[in-house]
T-cell receptor, first 111, second 114 residues
Framework: GQQLNQSPQSMFIQEGEDVSMNCTSSSIFNTWLWYKQDPGEGPVLLIALYKAGELTSNGRLTAQFGITRKDSFLNISASIPSDVGIYFCAGPESGTYKYIFGTGTRLKVLA | EAEVAQSPRYKITEKSQAVAFWCDPISGHATLYWYRQILGQGPELLVQFQDESVVDDSQLPKDRFSAERLKGVDSTLKIQPAELGDSAMYLC????????????FGEGSRLTVL
């Protein structure tokens, strides 16, 4: 089946720094989603992207749907301690509503 | 704010025992998903329901796992017999419109098999 690979696997940054992470696939996705999971909780949707090239913001978060439709990027500006968590990209397998999740990027913010 | 309810929150069992997890989705959400998340990995879809019908269960180990959503509302995921490798977080999610990709997740049920 289709797979989503995320990088970096983990990041340690200082509070106030900007963060970039990406998600790639060997196959095309028509929707890209970014979720955040806090420890011991279920994932929560941050941003949804539905069109190639689309750039969407949600507060300090900005995500882009790659032109090739095989990748997506998430940026967090001016990180704060509550940004700590695991960020997952996700998307539906071709022709289905079966949402698969990436391998995750674990973010730690040092105050 | 409406939430997806799951129980139990934690379950410790011995291998070969039976376990069951329950999920009550947000009212009006016709699509329900069960995911398994092994520590350090992303969620893996086990089964997807549309109302009471199974849409996809291709990743469900059917020799030991079963899932049902009899009245198209709440759902139960069962494992019998449990194996050591089943230790994971079992997440339930629901969606009012799966086309959007907006899945609402519960807090999960963490299973430890000894």
């Amino acid at each position: 089946g289709q797979q989503l690979n995320q990088s970096p696997q983990s990041m340690f940054i200082q509070e106030g720094e900007d963060v970039s992470m990406n998600c790639t696939s060997s196959s095309i996705f028509n929707t890209w989603l970014w979720y955040k999971q806090d420890p011991g909780e279920g994932p929560v949707l941050l941003i949804a992207l539905y069109k190639a090239g689309e750039l969407t913001s949600n507060g300090r978060l900005t995500a882009q749907f790659g032109i090739t439709r095989k990748d997506s990027f998430l940026n967090i500006s001016a990180s704060i301690p509550s940004d700590v968590g695991i960020y997952f990209c996700a998307g539906p397998e071709s022709g289905t509503y079966k949402y698969i999740f990436g391998t995750g990027t674990r973010l730690k913010v040092l105050a | 704010e409406a939430e997806v309810a799951q129980s139990p929150r934690y379950k410790i069992t011995e291998k070969s025992q039976a376990v069951a997890f329950w999920c009550d989705p947000i009212s009006g959400h016709a699509t329900l998903y069960w995911y398994r998340q092994i520590l350090g990995q992303g969620p893996e879809l086990l089964v997807q329901f549309q109302d009471e019908s199974v849409v996809d269960d291709s990743q469900l180990p059917k020799d030991r796992f079963s899932a049902e959503r009899l009245k198209g509302v709440d759902s139960t995921l069962k494992i019998q017999p449990a194996e050591l490798g089943d230790s994971a977080m079992y997440l339930c999610a629901s969606s009012v419109d799966p086309n959007t990709g907006e899945l609402f997740f519960g807090e999960g049920s963490r299973l430890t098999v000894l």
